[in-house]
């Protein structure tokens, strides 16, 4: 399946993609004991997740057109929208020439959930950074408890997958030692537009592309087959550091591509009014456009 948030006036709904349209899951949720929320999906179990596909299958077998609801004019949530942790992986790609250490130490970083924002949503350049940059990733999300589990069991643990723009102003980055902030901007973590399910990724690691795209001007190309850590090392390794709990968002990393990479003479950084577009195979595009920061000049620090 390919869940999504979608806004019915100021009501957040869970729904589901069909080739028909969006079907509103949380409109017919009382009636037919499906999960009214994203929340409730991703804290359900794996019954309950079957028998919400089983019953959109059978819906859009069965009812006209006129029964969803048409994509192009919705407003996207984020799908994850209450996250206890947002977990970011630091050089996971050999094509950013890192090698693969001989334990499990990734570099790690958090992001907040001010940095949350979906498909569609302007995201604002902080007041004080010169230095916006896009990176394009897979995020994991958690769909139940994981603490201290096996790498061979560790996809069981997805509740699904999206794509979703590790924004990072460069310049806040080097303020200390660590990257928090840099990544921690408001908006800094757009996610979506859709959480797929595993059935419909299968194997995450098994070359899907991974593409970002500035004002139609491809600049990351690469597949999730470069990834030092797999998505099933990263479930397993981080769960033996802290509980991996419902909803929560493991960013994976992202390929060379990225402005910071290029050579310098080429780092020609975000600014209003660009638009970013990031791809991950399966996943859908996900779309935003960067805006000037609306803080006001006496709040400014």
Not at 14 to 43: C, F, H, Q, W
Not at 153 to 176: E, S
Not at 201 to 219: C, T
Not at 243 to 258: A, E, F, Q, R, S
Request: with cysteine; net charge negative.
């Amino acid at each position: 399946m390919k869940l999504l948030n979608f806004f019915c006036e100021d009501e957040l709904r869970l729904g589901a993609k069909t080739e028909k349209g969006v079907l509103d899951i949380t409109a017919r949720a009382g009636k037919e004991g499906l999960p009214k929320s994203m929340i409730e999906y991703l804290n359900a179990s794996r019954e309950e997740r079957e028998a919400l596909k089983a019953y959109v299958a059978k819906a859009e077998a069965e009812e006209g057109a006129e029964s969803f609801i048409d994509e192009s004019g919705i407003k996207y949530g984020c799908v994850s929208p209450a996250p206890q942790k947002i977990i970011g992986m630091g050089a996971n790609y050999y094509s950013l020439g890192a090698t693969r250490p001989d334990k499990f130490i990734p570099f790690t970083f958090a992001k907040y959930s001010n940095s949350l924002c979906a498909c569609g949503d302007e995201v604002p350049i902080p007041f004080n950074s010169n230095e916006a940059d896009f990176e394009a990733e897979l995020a994991i999300v958690i769909g139940k408890t994981a603490r201290n589990v096996s790498v061979e069991d560790a996809l069981d643990y997805a509740a699904g997958y999206c794509n979703v723009d590790d924004f990072t102003a460069r310049d806040l980055q080097n303020y200390t030692t660590s990257w928090v902030p840099g990544k921690c901007c408001d908006r800094f973590a757009p996610l979506g537009p859709y959480l797929v399910t595993p059935d419909e990724v299968g194997d995450p690691n098994a070359g899907l592309y991974v593409r970002s795209y500035v004002n139609g001007k491809l600049f990351q190309d690469c597949t999730t087959s470069d990834m030092i850590f797999s998505c099933a090392e990263l479930i397993s390794g981080l769960s033996r550091i802290a509980p991996l709990l419902p909803g929560d968002v493991i960013l994976t990393g992202t390929p060379y591509g990225h402005i910071l990479t290029l050579p310098e003479d080429q780092h020609v950084y975000l600014k209003p009014g660009d638009e970013v577009v990031i791809e991950v195979e399966k996943l859908g595009r996900l779309v935003n456009v960067m805006c000037e920061d609306s803080l006001p000049h006496e709040e400014q620090l």
